[in-house]
């Protein structure tokens, strides 16, 4: 045992101490030391906390892009089967109201319905731009029922003739995401003109409800993993 206990004491006091400027020592006390180590570990957690959470914001973008690619490569597809459903001069000979029967109507309506029904669609349809309004040419029965006769007449004006405005300015296929009266959903424009010099276009629509639901779930898991290596790391 050392003769003297206090300088002993005094020993290791300074056996932890940290050379200083000009020959002045710096003795740092406990309390300090564990305030330093508290402080490096709370910066640690931090920085373990950011790289989780950009990783699982970086994973959820990328999965909603790889849906929303898929989802496109659909409605380009479907577009091509809605144009395929009326005959090539279609839009040609259309004047007003009365320029297509009831029944051919429905039948493209009812066609339209099928297909949408069989590839999980939410709409098909086509409209015609004349002077400062936007008409329905075909559509598709909210219900999936030509015969509840819910869907938009042949020749109603469109309630929001603004959202066309993109593809009849450019005359180029537009993609958009859109939540309105008829949902939320992702839909495709395809514009062309007819013989006559009038912009039409065909749509098609894909309700986003599903994706949103999917894309929700997968987030909640990233972060639910994110927070398990945060807590792994600051231990």
Known sequence: MPANPEMASTGLRQAVCLPGINGISFCP???????IR???FALVGLLIVLMTLAFAATSYTAQKNAFLHGIDEKLRATVS???AVVPVDYHDRIV??????RDEYNRIVDQNNKTCRELELQYLWSCLRLSNQVVFTTATSPGKDVRKADHAAFFEVH????SFDAAFNTMQPVYSTFHNQWGHGRMLLVPAMDRHGRAYCFGASVSLDDIETELHESMV???LVAA???LVGLI
Do not use: C, F, W
């Not at 006390?29 to 305030?35: F, G, I, P």
């Not at 007003?96 to 029967?101: E, F, G, L, R």
């Not at 309630?159 to 603004?162: A, E, G, I, L, S």
């Open 29 to 35: 006390t406990r309390e300090l030391t564990m305030s």
């Open 38 to 40: 508290y402080k490096l």
């Open 81 to 83: 089967l809605a144009r």
């Open 96 to 101: 007003d109201q009365n320029s297509v029967s």
């Open 159 to 162: 309630r929001d003739p603004h």
């Open 221 to 223: 898991r990233l972060l």
């Open 228 to 230: 398990g290596v945060s």
